[in-house]
């Protein structure tokens, strides 16, 4: 019955050292108001400096966005009167934006569609207000860090597939380096503008959604406010442009002020910066910066390697663990590519990530990790050549990490090669042969009634007693085998 027009405003803090205006140091967890000086707290007499790595970090972003960059682009005030900016205004782009008219593709869930983005501009962030009862309590330090906002068109139609543009925004950010994504210290946030109207009428009247932390939140809220929109339009009422915010502790969205329009603002060029021109030495170290997307990845990652989707978005969760995965299907020797590829992914998503989980290493650190790709790679390819067991394969990785040395040292060290020799398992099955008299025999009785299901679970039994009889070394694939041989002969 309804259309549903979603937009987002989505704020990014960039990797800079120090603000986009001055020098003072960018860093988020410092004690307040420690990192501001004259010029972000809005003295009089002071002129802002234009940090040129936060308008290369913003360009990249743009260029990845499929944005056009502008042969001049330049800076206006947006006038507005809050505490957390001392001078009263902010300096921001309204007139020429650095990055415009560009796309991004979203994938996953069942959705697979292109979201327009409406334009990237710089501005310097505001300080951080804190409420305490009656109090209010202001920390300028984040005051002039360097912002980028990203505008999208009105292209989604569900809360779902704006959690899924922020999902996917933030990891393209951090494969690029140019920001940490952590919403929770407020490092990327968003804001969210939703419509609804009748199916064809075109737009609505216009809610925003203010400062949502979480993917998440942005879903919920999203869908939370399509639903309380249409159903007072179904009463007849009519819908309020207004300012609201998502209150996590009710599951609601609730009033906050009445939504600003941009004459309200009244932008003017910013007088004490100079218009930017790109020249081709700056678009050079932008293009340089730019790196293969996750979204990019992940598709190659499967038709390369043959991933299925889960395996894929995994391993692409960070770039530097999407690195890690490649570097060590490279090293691993004695199968197929794609069949190295599996056996990466599976030990990467499983014995990996939970030994850096339990570890506390982030994925994004990996490269530190002591069992680093080419250690790795070469567990999985003794594990291939029928050199060391997957058991003992697992305590070498464990080894590797704990003693910082490589797999054929702790092996020999630990006595741990596997024994591919027939003859030592042929030995072994002896041993068990005389132990485990009865469960042959039995095995035997079970055949000849045709009890395959029984046999089954017998020789995996006996199979066991021989690998226990090596300590886990013996060859499972030949002791299996020497132990079917032993029930069949008569």
Same mark, same amino acid.
């Given at each position: 019955?309804?259309? #549903?027009?979603?937009?987002?405003?989505?704020?990014?803090?960039?990797?800079?050292?120090?603000?986009?205006?001055?020098?003072?140091?960018?860093?988020?967890?410092?004690?307040?108001?420690?990192?501001?000086?004259?010029?972000?707290?809005?003295?009089?007499?002071?002129?802002?400096?234009?940090?040129?790595?936060?308008?290369?970090?913003?360009?990249?972003?743009?260029?990845?966005?499929?944005?056009?960059?502008?042969?001049?682009?330049?800076?206006?005030?947006?006038?507005?009167?809050?505490?957390?900016?001392?001078?009263?205004?902010?300096?921001?782009?309204?007139?020429?934006?650095?990055?415009?008219?560009?796309?991004?593709?979203?994938?996953?869930?069942?959705?697979?569609?292109?979201?327009r983005i409406r334009e990237c501009h710089l501005e310097e962030d505001a300080g951080k207000m804190v409420h305490t009862g009656t109090v209010s309590l202001l920390d300028y330090n984040?005051?002039?860090?360097?912002?980028?906002?990203?505008?999208?068109?009105?292209?989604?139609?569900?809360?779902?597939?704006?959690?899924?543009?922020?999902?996917?925004?933030?990891?393209?950010?951090?494969?690029?380096?140019?920001?940490?994504?952590?919403?929770?210290?407020?490092?990327?946030?968003?804001?969210?503008? +939703?419509?609804?109207?009748?199916?064809? =009428?075109?737009?609505?009247?216009?809610?925003?959604?203010?400062?949502?932390?979480?993917?998440?939140?942005?879903?919920?809220?999203?869908?939370?406010?399509?639903?309380?929109?249409?159903?007072?339009?179904?009463?007849?009422? #009519?819908?309020?442009?207004?300012?609201?915010?998502?209150?996590?502790?009710?599951?609601?969205?609730?009033?906050?002020?009445?939504?600003?329009? =941009?004459?309200?603002?009244?932008?003017?060029?910013?007088?004490?910066?100079?218009?930017?021109?790109?020249?081709?030495?700056?678009?050079?170290?932008?293009?340089?910066?730019?790196?293969?997307?996750?979204?990019?990845?992940?598709?190659?990652?499967?038709?390369?390697?043959?991933?299925?989707?889960?395996?894929?978005?995994?391993?692409?969760?960070?770039?530097a663990f999407a690195d890690y995965f490649e570097e060590t299907v490279k090293r691993i020797e004695g199968a197929e590519p794609k069949e190295c590829a599996q056996k990466a992914a599976?030990? +990467?998503?499983?014995?990996?990530?939970?030994?850096?989980?339990?570890?506390?290493?982030?994925?994004?650190?990996?490269?530190?990790?002591?069992?680093?790709?080419?250690?790795?790679?070469?567990?999985?390819?003794? +594990?291939?050549?029928?050199?060391?067991?997957?058991?003992?394969?697992?305590?070498?990785?464990?080894?590797?990490?704990?003693?910082?040395?490589?797999?054929?040292?702790?092996?020999?060290?630990?006595?741990?090669?596997?024994?591919?020799?027939?003859?030592?398992?042929?030995?072994?099955?002896?041993a068990v042969c005389q132990k485990e008299a009865a469960a042959f025999a039995e095995a035997r009785e079970a055949k000849a009634a045709g009890n395959e299901k029984r046999v089954a679970?017998?020789?995996?039994?006996?199979?066991?007693?021989?690998?226990?009889?090596?300590?886990?070394?013996?060859?499972?694939?030949?002791?299996?085998?020497?132990?079917?041989?032993?029930?069949?002969?008569?």
């Amino acid at each position: 019955m309804y259309d #549903t027009f979603i937009g987002l405003e989505v704020h990014i803090h960039l990797l800079t050292k120090t603000k986009v205006f001055c020098g003072c140091r960018s860093a988020f967890g410092d004690e307040p108001n420690t990192n501001i000086c004259p010029v972000c707290m809005g003295y009089p007499g002071v002129l802002p400096a234009l940090n040129i790595e936060a308008m290369r970090m913003s360009c990249t972003v743009a260029r990845a966005l499929h944005c056009r960059i502008p042969e001049r682009t330049w800076f206006d005030r947006k006038q507005y009167f809050y505490p957390d900016m001392t001078k009263n205004y902010q300096i921001s782009q309204f007139a020429s934006p650095l990055g415009q008219e560009g796309w991004v593709e979203i994938e996953g869930r069942n959705i697979n569609k292109k979201i327009r983005i409406r334009e990237c501009h710089l501005e310097e962030d505001a300080g951080k207000m804190v409420h305490t009862g009656t109090v209010s309590l202001l920390d300028y330090n984040r005051a002039g860090v360097s912002l980028l906002e990203i505008v999208t068109e009105p292209d989604m139609r569900s809360g779902e597939e704006a959690e899924l543009f922020i999902q996917q925004l933030r990891r393209m950010v951090r494969y690029l380096g140019v920001c940490d994504g952590n919403m929770e210290e407020g490092s990327l946030r968003a804001d969210a503008n +939703i419509s609804i109207n009748i199916s064809g =009428a075109g737009l609505g009247r216009k809610v925003e959604l203010k400062n949502l932390n979480s993917s998440r939140f942005v879903r919920l809220g999203l869908n939370y406010e399509r639903e309380r929109q249409a159903a007072l339009l179904d009463e007849g009422k #009519t819908i309020i442009q207004e300012t609201r915010l998502w209150n996590e502790n009710r599951d609601r969205t609730e009033p906050m002020r009445t939504k600003e329009n =941009a004459n309200d603002y009244r932008y003017f060029a910013e007088p004490d910066l100079p218009v930017f021109i790109p020249d081709e030495q700056f678009l050079a170290k932008v293009d340089a910066a730019l790196v293969e997307l996750p979204l990019e990845r992940l598709r190659r990652l499967k038709k390369e390697y043959g991933l299925n989707d889960e395996q894929a978005d995994a391993l692409c969760e960070e770039k530097a663990f999407a690195d890690y995965f490649e570097e060590t299907v490279k090293r691993i020797e004695g199968a197929e590519p794609k069949e190295c590829a599996q056996k990466a992914a599976n030990w +990467i998503l499983g014995d990996i990530k939970h030994i850096l989980s339990k570890e506390k290493i982030e994925l994004n650190a990996i490269s530190n990790f002591k069992l680093n790709a080419s250690r790795l790679a070469s567990i999985i390819t003794m +594990i291939i050549k029928g050199e060391l067991s997957g058991k003992n394969a697992k305590q070498t990785a464990l080894a590797v990490i704990a003693e910082d040395k490589e797999p054929a040292a702790i092996i020999e060290l630990h006595g741990w090669a596997q024994i591919s020799d027939p003859e030592q398992v042929s030995l072994a099955l002896q041993a068990v042969c005389q132990k485990e008299a009865a469960a042959f025999a039995e095995a035997r009785e079970a055949k000849a009634a045709g009890n395959e299901k029984r046999v089954a679970t017998l020789s995996a039994f006996l199979t066991g007693k021989v690998l226990a009889e090596t300590h886990g070394r013996a060859n499972a694939e030949i002791a299996a085998k020497f132990v079917r041989e032993k029930i069949a002969a008569t």
